[in-house]
C-alpha cells in the first residue's frame, strides 16, 4: 500500500491550494483519512480527519478555512486550503486507515509529504 501526496507548493499570504492524495496497492477499504503538517522545529500535528462516512474534523487553527474531502471510488483524500498565512507552512502529510484483507485489522499508512510555503 502506498500514498502519494501532490499539491504543495509556493502561495501568498491569503492564497489558495488544494491538495490531494491517493492510496494505491493492496486495498480492501479504506477507514478514516486525514491530513497533518509539521512547521521546522515543532511536532507533527492534526489538520483535518474525514470518515468513511464523511464526517470531519478539524484542528481550531484551520477550522473555517480548510475543507476536507474524499472520493472513494479513487481512494483519495484532498484537503482544499484557503486564506493561507505564514502560519500554514509546512509539510504536509496525508494519512489512512486501511485494511488490506478485510475484517476488523486497520494499518496506518502515511504519504511522503508535501511543502507548502506561505510567503509573499
Known amino acids: 500500500v502506498q500514498l502519494q501526496a501532490f499539491g504543495g507548493g509556493l502561495v501568498q499570504p491569503g492564497g489558495s491550494l488544494r491538495l490531494s492524495c491517493a492510496a494505491s496497492g493492496s486495498i480492501f477499504t479504506i477507514n478514516a483519512m486525514g491530513w497533518y503538517r509539521q512547521a521546522p522545529g515543532k511536532q507533527r500535528e492534526l489538520v483535518a480527519i474525514?470518515?468513511?462516512?464523511?464526517?470531519?474534523n478539524y484542528a481550531d487553527s484551520v477550522n473555517g478555512r480548510f475543507a476536507i474531502s474524499r472520493d472513494n471510488a479513487k481512494n483519495t483524500v484532498y484537503l482544499q486550503m484557503d486564506s493561507l498565512n505564514s502560519e500554514d507552512t509546512a509539510v504536509y502529510y496525508c494519512?489512512?486507515?486501511?485494511?488490506?484483507?478485510?475484517?476488523?485489522?486497520?494499518?496506518?499508512?502515511w504519504g511522503q509529504g508535501t511543502q507548502v510555503t506561505v510567503s509573499s
Open positions: 494519512n489512512a486507515r486501511i485494511s488490506k484483507y478485510g475484517g476488523s485489522y486497520f494499518q496506518t499508512y
Open positions: 474525514i470518515t468513511s462516512g464523511g464526517t470531519t
